[in-house]
Every structure is written in structure tokens, then in C-alpha cells.
């Protein structure tokens, strides 16, 4: 008996060996698929000469997504089209984005991303502005108008909506600090993601279609560029003579199409309206012309450094406040998903828990930012730069926070942010039919997760989609429809049920969490892997060299036993709760 106990003994402890071994070789192996194919990891420092073009390719990249919303924001402030303010709002944007992503890549997560405005806080700011205090003026009126009645008109809502978006983010800041994202995301489901992401694409079809229907021969051009390139020229490699040291001139080649797909739909589109409009094919003041909005560009100063409170110190109203929070909302869960996508992309290891809720509080302190300086929209981890990890291979942290920098001193070239307000209507409607495309397709992609065959997901997919667009709409139609006697009330309420995604997820989160369904029926086991926000709970510190360690002061942190409870520095250990 004895001897078969220490027989099976034996046998344990070479099978638990066995398994120790095998599990080191996964975890190696899977290593070095991380690192498999990149050019330059996480932690990699390129050469100057060598960074700055790459992060200029970041800079391109992120001016394609971030030039469409003024387009729909400026014309909703009640600002003219030749208004050269717009051109400022455009300049904030970039010089914003150019310092929280700095923030976020040196302090935050540490991840290689770029932070900027979001088409996700629109559907809120537009529910804001269609309440009645915030509508436009009729044409007469706005055209009776003098300068400065008009300047006062946009610089009104622009504090409404900045104070808005700067207090909502408070929220996001506060559950990344404190550690709160993974316990939110326990009830923040794949059925609740569907419609909160899905609808900000889907809402906003009606001013893709009035921008695209200025002129649909263009618009329709516009698609099917950027359809071509981006999808079906992208594996194209265009060739370039270079000049190399002992080795002379010699050609290379690369993804001209995959890499700039936006910016070369803009630049042939935008030639071909000038030739129209040279050639006057296209009448005088049509939308189309290149010299619509010329006045803009003339009208701008050279440089112009933006600051908080520029348009006026923002105000705070709690219906603004409230409908802002769908925007943030949205946006937290939709970035959360990009972390590990990243991390893996650039050779670095899953990001820990402190990185994560460090990043969402950087993000949070970010749109708190965006609204202060009057951007008029918050700040949100480019999915087009996350793609552009991918396609290069080139996942460094340095390379990004150069790329920070020249946004930067790009924001301070207000002549800049003008010259993309003169893009032609009919090219950005085509671009919109893409991009708000795009962003549906990304909300239904976490459908994934679940089991379309069960009647009861498909339930609350059909009602948590087509609900808020026939309530939200109807609001909209009727803005005093709710008449309480309470100002205040009736405004937060109109908000509220005027915002599509917050409806739509809102809806979707009751319904997936009351009626009955088994975890794997719901998407929840798949979803838990993939957003795993889990940390070992052991109480050892990791070694300096972590990849999510601070540049500077963690021997003071690794001195200090209280930072291990503080869950966004590098040093917190997750504790077992009884």
C-alpha cells in the first residue's frame, strides 16, 4: 500500500513537471508570436531620422478620421460655413489630441495609441442642441445678424456642449482610478455593446445623406475610391527609388493604398472638384466648388495657440450632463477593446489591470481637456491607428510620442485646420457613407460572441436597435412633447430619450441581464477571455523592466507598501475578496 502511495506520488510529480514544462513552452511560444514579424516592439527606440517620418504617418492617419466632424458639429452650433472659426475648431482638435496622447503613451496605459475626437459624442451633442433654447435661428434671422451677434450664437452652445462633455468624463475618470471598469464590465454585455456602438453609425445616416446629396455623382466617386483602395488595391505595393549608403539608388516598395486609403480618396477627389471648378461644370456657390468656402482659409490667422476657455468658459446643465454620459460610456468599453488587440500587435505582453484602468482614467481626464479648451467633442483610442500598427509593423512608444508632438505644433497652425474645412461637401458625404458604415459594422461585430440562433438574443438585438430609432426620432420630431413644469426636468428627460445609444444600451443591458439565459447563450464566457481583466494575485513585485512601469519614480513606488492598494499605479496587487 505504501509503495503504491509513493508510486503514484512519483507519478504525480512527474506529470505536474510535465505540465509545468508544457505550460512554459506555450507561454514561450506564444511570446514569440507576440514579438513574431515586428520591426520595432513597444519598448524599441528608432532613430530620429527614421521615428519622425513614421509618426508623421500616425499624424496622416489620425487627420483622415478626426476632419469629418466638424462637418456635421459646426453647421449644428448654428457657425456659418465661412465662419473661419470653423478652421480653429479643427486646429483644437488636433493640439488637444496631440497632448493627451502624449499623456496616455508616457503615463497612461503605455500602449502605442493615439487619443482623439470620436463620432461618439455627436449623437449626444446633436440631442442637446435640438432642444428648443439650443435650435438655430431661421436663415432671415442668422443673416440679420451682426458679427459678433453671430460669434456669441455658436460660442452660446459650444460652453453648453463643453461643459457637458468636461463633467460626464468626470465619471470616466473616476471608475478608471478607482479600479471600478472591471466590475462595470460585468454587466456592460456583448447584447449591450451591439446597440450602444451600432447606433452611433446608424443615427447618423440622415446627414450623410444631406451632405452626399449635394452633388451624388461625387459623393458615390468619393465611395467607391475609397472602397477600392482600401480594399481591393490593398495589398498593391507602390515602388520608390531610395538611396542607401554603398548600396546606391535602389527601388523599394510599400502599402501606399493600405496605409492611406482616406487621405488618397480626399486628395484625387478634392483635384478632380478643383478641375470642375476651374472649368466652371460646376456653378457658381455650389457646394462642390473649391472656392466655397475660401473665405476661411483667407479670414484665418497663421498661428494661434488654443487655450482653456477660448470660446468662453464652458456651462454645466444636468440634461447636458446626463445625455453626454451615453458618448462616454460608448466610448470606454469601445477602447477597452483595443488594449489587448494593441499589445499584441506591437510584441508587447497582455496589459496588466493597472494599465487598463489607468488608460480609461487618462482617457477621462483627456475629454475633461477636449471640453475645457472648447473642442466640442472628447477623446477616444483611434481605431484607424490601431490598424495602422498592424500594417506596418511598427508598434513603438517612441514613434507615437513623436507623432504627439507634431500634432501638437500642427494645432498651432491654424491656416492648417482651415485648408480641410474647404474639402467639398459631396466628398465628405462620401466618406461619411463609409465611416458611418463602418462604425455599425464595429458595434454588430460583437455579436460574435453570442448564440444567434437563440430566440431570446435575437429579441433583444431587434427591440434594442429599432426602439430608440422610432422613440428618438419621434423626440426629436416633437422636442416639447414632454411638459412636466419643470424646466430642467423637461430638458434632462428630452435628452435622454432623444439619444439614441443611451436608449439602445440602456435597453439592451436590462433586457440582457433580466430575462433568463444561460453564460454561453449570452456571449458571456467568450467575452470574459477576450476582456479578461484579471491579475495574478500574488503579492510579489513585478521586476523593473515590466513594459507598464512608469519612465521615472517606480524605485520610490517599490519602497512604498501603500502604492500596491492603489489600483492604477504599476506596482498594485489585486487582492483575493472573501
Same mark, same amino acid.
Given at each position: ?30 511570446? &514569440? ?17 527614421? #521615428? ?14 478626426? !476632419? ?59 440631442? @442637446? ?22 460669434? &456669441? ?33 460585468? @454587466? ?12 452611433? $453609425? ?15 455623382? /461625387? ?14 488595391? !490593398? ?30 480618396? /480626399? ?48 456651462? !454645466? ?17 469601445? #477602447? ?25 482614467? /487618462?482617457? $477621462? ?12 467633442? $472628447? ?9 495602422? @500598427? ?110 439614441? /445609444? ?37 503579492? &510579489? @513585485?513585478?521586476?523593473?523592466? #515590466? ?32
Amino acid at each position: 500500500m505504501e509503495n503504491h502511495s509513493l508510486s503514484d506520488l512519483h507519478a504525480t510529480e512527474a506529470q505536474n513537471d510535465h505540465n509545468h514544462e508544457q505550460e512554459n513552452g506555450e507561454k514561450q511560444s506564444n511570446d &514569440e508570436k507576440r514579438g513574431a514579424s515586428i520591426l520595432y516592439g513597444i519598448d524599441d527606440i528608432p532613430p530620429w531620422y527614421l #521615428s519622425i517620418p513614421m509618426a508623421f504617418q500616425h499624424y496622416l492617419t489620425m487627420i483622415g478620421a478626426i !476632419v469629418s466632424i466638424p462637418f456635421i458639429l459646426t453647421p449644428a452650433l448654428c457657425m456659418s460655413d465661412e465662419d473661419p472659426a470653423r478652421g480653429l475648431i479643427i486646429s483644437t482638435m488636433i493640439f488637444v489630441t496631440g497632448i493627451v496622447t502624449y499623456i496616455q503613451v508616457t503615463w497612461g496605459c503605455r500602449l502605442p495609441i493615439v487619443q482623439g475626437g470620436t463620432i461618439s459624442f455627436l449623437v449626444p451633442v446633436l440631442a @442637446i442642441l435640438n432642444l428648443p433654447q439650443w435650435k438655430c435661428p431661421n436663415p432671415d434671422k442668422m443673416n440679420a445678424m451682426s458679427s459678433d451677434e453671430r460669434t &456669441e450664437l455658436w460660442q452660446l452652445r459650444m460652453r453648453e456642449i463643453s461643459g457637458a462633455i468636461a463633467v460626464s468624463a468626470i465619471f470616466q475618470l473616476v471608475i478608471g482610478f478607482t479600479g471600478f471598469v472591471g466590475k462595470l464590465l460585468k @454587466i456592460i454585455t456583448p447584447l449591450t455593446i451591439v446597440p450602444t456602438v451600432s447606433l452611433v $453609425g446608424l443615427t447618423l445616416f440622415k446627414h450623410a445623406g444631406e451632405t452626399a446629396a449635394k452633388h451624388w455623382g /461625387i459623393a458615390v466617386s468619393t465611395t467607391f475610391l475609397l472602397t477600392l483602395f482600401s480594399q481591393v488595391m !490593398v495589398d498593391v505595393q507602390f515602388p520608390f527609388i531610395v538611396y542607401r549608403k554603398n548600396e546606391g539608388f535602389q527601388i523599394r516598395s510599400f502599402g501606399l493604398f493600405k496605409l492611406f486609403p482616406v487621405l488618397l480618396t /480626399i486628395s484625387i477627389m478634392w483635384s478632380l472638384c478643383a478641375i470642375l471648378t476651374v472649368t466652371n461644370v460646376l456653378e457658381e456657390g455650389h457646394p462642390a466648388r473649391t472656392d466655397a468656402r475660401l473665405r476661411v482659409l483667407t479670414d484665418s490667422a497663421w498661428f494661434y495657440i488654443p487655450y482653456p476657455g477660448q470660446f468662453g468658459w464652458p456651462t !454645466v446643465t444636468v440634461a447636458g450632463v446626463l445625455g453626454m454620459l451615453a458618448g462616454v460610456l460608448a466610448c470606454t468599453v469601445e #477602447s477597452i477593446s483595443y488594449y489587448p488587440t494593441v499589445s499584441q500587435m506591437c510584441g508587447a505582453p497582455p496589459p496588466p489591470l493597472h494599465a487598463i484602468n489607468r488608460g480609461i482614467g /487618462i482617457e $477621462g481626464l483627456g475629454t475633461i481637456l477636449a471640453g475645457l479648451w472648447g473642442s466640442g467633442n $472628447g477623446t477616444n483610442t483611434f481605431g484607424e491607428n490601431v490598424g495602422a @500598427i498592424g500594417v506596418t509593423k511598427i508598434g513603438s512608444r517612441r514613434v507615437i510620442q513623436w507623432a504627439a508632438l507634431i500634432m501638437i505644433l500642427q494645432g498651432v497652425i491654424n491656416k492648417f485646420g482651415a485648408v480641410f474645412i474647404m474639402i467639398p461637401d459631396p466628398v465628405v458625404g462620401g466618406l461619411f457613407c463609409v465611416m458611418f458604415g463602418m462604425i455599425t459594422a464595429f458595434g454588430l461585430s460583437a455579436l460574435q460572441y453570442v448564440d444567434l440562433r437563440s430566440s431570446r438574443n435575437l429579441y433583444i438585438i431587434g427591440i434594442s436597435l429599432f426602439f430608440p430609432l422610432v422613440l428618438c426620432q419621434w423626440m426629436q420630431q416633437h422636442p416639447g412633447v414632454i411638459n412636466t413644469g419643470i424646466k430642467e426636468l423637461d430638458s434632462t428627460l428630452s435628452v435622454l430619450l432623444s439619444t439614441t /445609444i443611451l436608449v439602445g444600451g440602456c435597453l439592451g443591458c436590462l433586457l440582457d441581464n433580466l430575462i433568463p439565459g444561460t453564460k454561453e447563450e449570452r456571449g458571456l464566457i467568450a467575452w470574459e477571455k477576450e476582456m479578461s481583466l484579471k491579475q495574478s494575485e500574488s503579492t &510579489e @513585485i513585478e521586476p523593473a523592466s #515590466s513594459t507598464f512601469d512608469f519612465p521615472l519614480g517606480m524605485d520610490a513606488l517599490r519602497r512604498c507598501k501603500w502604492t500596491t492598494y492603489l489600483p492604477f499605479l504599476p506596482t498594485y496587487k489585486q487582492r483575493k475578496t472573501k
